[in-house]
């Protein structure tokens, strides 16, 4: 355990200096973000003042249900592509190889290499929902923070197994990655991402219901802004959960099944 935890601080320690380095490109994500936020600030003002009937059951305010689907969604969309631009960038650097012929295992390089993305991608989330509260008055008074936690928590391990696969698919196709795309951008729309499920047609709900971020989005809206508890939030915990214990050790060993695939056929660099 000692080693992993040093293991991990050098991942950290690494992967700051290196992004560090490119403070622009920091400040320009969050500003991104920030734009996003204004652009629904006055949407919300288009639905009837920012109540709608398909929001009833969130509270009924679009601002406030878009500022939590604006957060949440492009932190998921990060910790979803965050393992393959890693070992993408490991191959265009040339290292790739040399990582994964060290004493560190290549399932515990997968991760550890995105452990800073975890931790410095929570501040994009934190800053719209401070800016949310704060500027644009988004109430989250009700909110049950217990509930929340656990599932942000069983999110981000979802989210993290379908990462992996992700991770294990530019192994195998070195170029394009349809799970990222499918999960990333098909799944922001049909997840309810920016505007309830409920407006789509019956068809594409039923596609919805295959979605993880479906599940995250719903509960978090839930215990944010009505102050549901555990037990209110029960069947899509439950989801997410059951979809993290199949998939997470599923992916890892996909993946580990990838690494030796390559190094037998000596295609790890290859891009």
């Known amino acids: 355990m000692r080693f992993l935890i040093l293991k991990a601080k050098a991942f950290i320690r690494r992967d700051f200096q290196i992004e560090s380095s490119y403070k622009m490109n920091f400040f ?6 920030m734009i996003i936020l204004v652009f629904f600030y006055f949407l919300s003002k288009l639905v009837a003042g920012g109540e709608s009937r398909y929001l009833s059951r969130f509270g009924g305010n679009f601002l406030s249900f878009s500022v939590i689907g604006l957060a949440f969604a492009r932190y998921f969309q990060l910790t979803l592509r965050m393992f393959s631009e890693s070992i993408r960038a490991a191959q265009l650097s040339g290292c790739l190889e040399a990582m994964l012929s060290s004493q560190t295992g290549a399932v515990t390089i997968v991760l ?23 500027v644009m008055g988004v109430d989250l008074s009700h909110m049950d923070v217990l509930a929340t936690l656990l599932v942000l928590a069983f999110s981000i391990l979802t989210f993290v197994a379908f990462g992996v696969l992700s991770a ?15 999960l ?8 309810g991402a920016y505007f309830p499920i409920d407006v789509l047609p019956q068809w594409l709900q039923q596609v919805s219901f295959l979605i993880p971020i479906t599940y995250s989005l719903e509960a978090l809206r839930l215990t944010m802004l009505r102050g549901y508890t555990l037990e209110m939030v029960a069947r899509p915990l439950l ?31 290859q891009y």
Request: net charge positive; glycine share 14%; hydrophobic share 60%.
């Open 28 to 33: 320009m994500t969050i500003l991104d973000s």
């Open 112 to 134: 550890m290499s995105s452990l800073y993305g975890l931790i410095s991608g929570a501040a994009q989330p934190l800053l719209i929902l401070v800016a949310g509260v704060l």
């Open 184 to 191: 990333g951008g098909m799944g922001t729309m049909l997840g």
């Open 168 to 182: 294990a698919t530019i192994l195998c196709l070195k170029k394009g990655d349809p799970l990222a795309w499918i």
């Open 239 to 269: 989801i997410l959960a059951a979809m993290a214990a199949i998939l997470l050790p599923g992916s890892l060993a996909l993946f580990a099944a990838m690494v030796r695939k390559g190094r037998i056929e000596g295609t790890l660099m």
